[in-house]
């Protein structure tokens, strides 16, 4: 089941800003690796020497430095107390169940955002929480695992198209978070299609499987709206920096940024309105299926009322023999077809009345 909520119990009576990883371990170890680069030159390689990361703040090139396996939390501390990062900015990399924000600090500014993947097969979201840290030529960026979400940016820099090698880490921050927001417009897309086959079930033939799938998308919707709200705030904030980490070039790009965002909220908004709808759609049709049942039911019931009135009053079996009044039909010779006749009758003209109705 989807997990919208991730205990934090592993840090109760610790020290703020104590490196605790809080999450699921999802990669098999620590790993990083970096990219150095600027208008002419790139370079890929992976530090071996933690001391290495102290020159980088001291180079004019720009340096993205990809690190993951966040439930490492020993080796995470270590990388990041080379850059010289906040014990609390450790802990919040390190707690992934953190909500989406934006800290300021005097030598950096730190993000929070949460990526959600879909998985096509099992038709299910999951959520996985990335860290950004800004610095003035450099961009950290923390995965819960070794994804290829940023492959596409990276190739970018790589063929150096576009102006991402000729601007800064800031616009570099912008493309990932760009790529972020464009996952989401193909997560929405996929979650559209499920809930125009879940509709076309609906009418068709609904069912309690229905239901949970109902549920279950009522649930990704408020994750995604739980990721995608303060999504919002943070690139807002971002616009709205006034330290120089963000450049005025960037913050025309991150206004285009803040629409697709808003896009998106809107998306998942108009999505949630189709959900709740669908429940009640699904209640009102099991509703209507039970009064059909219970219709088909009672007309049986109101048919056989005099049918067994019928058969209860000849079945009384009083001697003829004793009063002429005590049931004279039981000795006609036609008596039995008679009775037969008088039920048919009975059946066929309350059947006549149901129809001319419309009860059936």
Wanted: hydrophobic share 40%; net charge negative; glycine share 4%.
């Amino acid at each position: 089941m989807l997990k919208l909520v991730k205990t934090s119990s592993r840090k109760a009576g610790l020290p703020p800003g104590s490196p605790v990883f809080i999450g699921e371990r999802v990669t098999e170890k620590f790993g990083l690796d970096m990219v150095d680069y600027d208008a002419e030159n790139l370079s890929l390689s992976t530090p071996v020497r933690l001391d290495e990361f102290r020159l980088l703040k001291e180079t004019p090139s720009n340096t993205w430095i990809r690190v993951h396996g966040l439930h490492d939390a020993e080796a995470v501390d270590r990388f990041c107390l080379e850059f010289g990062l906040h014990p609390l900015t450790i802990e919040d990399i390190l707690h992934t169940g953190q909500r989406p924000k934006i800290d300021h600090y005097e030598e950096y500014l730190f993000l929070v955002i949460n990526l959600i993947n879909y998985d096509d097969a099992a038709r299910e979201m999951s959520m996985e929480q990335i860290s950004f840290v800004l610095g003035s030529n450099y961009l950290l960026t923390f995965h819960e695992k070794d994804d290829d979400i940023f492959d596409d940016v990276l190739a970018r820099l790589e063929t150096n198209k576009g102006r991402i090698r000729k601007l800064g880490t800031d616009y570099l921050l912008y493309s990932l978070l760009d790529r972020v927001v464009d996952n989401f417009f193909s997560v929405l897309e996929k979650i559209g299609e499920e809930v125009e086959d879940l509709e076309e079930e609906l009418i068709a033939a609904p069912s309690p499987e229905t239901l949970q799938a109902i549920h279950s998308l009522k649930r990704e919707m408020i994750l995604l709206r739980k990721s995608v709200w303060p999504l919002r705030e943070v690139i807002h904030g971002l616009q709205r920096d006034e330290t120089t980490f963000m450049g005025e070039s960037t913050r025309v790009y991150l206004k285009d940024l803040y629409d697709h965002t808003i896009q998106v909220l809107d998306t998942v908004e108009t999505f949630r309105d189709i959900i709740s709808g669908m429940i009640d759609i699904y209640l009102s049709s099991v509703s209507n299926r039970m009064n059909e049942i219970i219709k088909v039911l009672t007309i049986f019931a109101v048919i056989f009322i005099p049918l067994t009135f019928i058969t209860s009053l000849y079945g009384m079996n009083f001697n003829t023999g004793a009063s002429p009044f005590n049931m004279p039909e039981l000795n006609w010779y036609f008596g039995y077809p008679f009775a037969l006749l008088l039920m048919a009758g009975t059946l066929l003209s309350m059947l006549v009345y149901f129809k001319k109705k419309q009860w059936f």
